[in-house]
């Protein structure tokens, strides 16, 4: 399969029965995540805002959902979707969680803000 170029030729390359959530799932990022942008990624949806955000793809019995939680409020709403490597695996045999998912999104959003006021604080130092 030839890598897609756009998140709307990932999702109509995917399986007919999976695209809905796969839908529903960019709907739930990108409500929660407006300003992000949208992009291909290591072959699989990405969102970025201050740098990555959060990336999925579809799989055959679940959709991976890939950010690390750092946020220990977090840990325990998503604990039963826990994949490897932090990653998350949302079967499909079940409703997606799209409040876990806005949640996990905006947690990404201030990390990523932390992280660049910090980067930035620190490098406007060692550059005077």
């Given at each position: 399969?030839?890598v897609?170029?756009?998140?709307?030729?990932?999702?109509?390359?995917?399986?007919?029965?999976?695209?809905?959530?796969l839908?529903?799932?960019r709907?739930?990022?990108r409500e929660a995540a407006?300003?992000?942008e949208?992009?291909?990624?290591?072959?699989?949806?990405a969102?970025?805002?201050?740098?990555a955000?959060?990336?999925?793809?579809a799989f055959?019995?679940?959709?991976?959902f890939?950010p690390?939680?750092r946020?220990?409020s977090l840990k325990p709403?998503?604990?039963?979707y826990a994949g490897?490597?932090?990653?998350?695996?949302?079967p499909?045999?079940e409703?997606?969680p799209?409040a876990?998912i806005g949640r996990?999104v905006?947690?990404?959003?201030?990390e990523n803000r932390?992280r660049?006021?910090?980067?930035?604080?620190?490098?406007?130092?060692s550059g005077e």
């Open positions: 399969m030839p897609p170029q756009s998140v709307d030729e990932y999702i109509a390359c995917a399986p007919a029965e999976v695209r809905p959530a839908q529903a799932i709907a739930t990022v407006p300003t992000a949208e992009r291909i990624s290591y072959r699989m949806p969102y970025f805002l201050d740098g955000l959060v990336y999925f793809a055959k019995r679940h959709i991976g890939y690390p939680v946020d220990a709403l998503v604990a039963r490897p490597k932090g990653n998350f695996q949302f499909l045999s409703p997606i799209h876990a996990i905006k947690a990404r959003i201030e932390v660049k006021a910090a980067g930035g604080k620190a490098t406007s130092k």
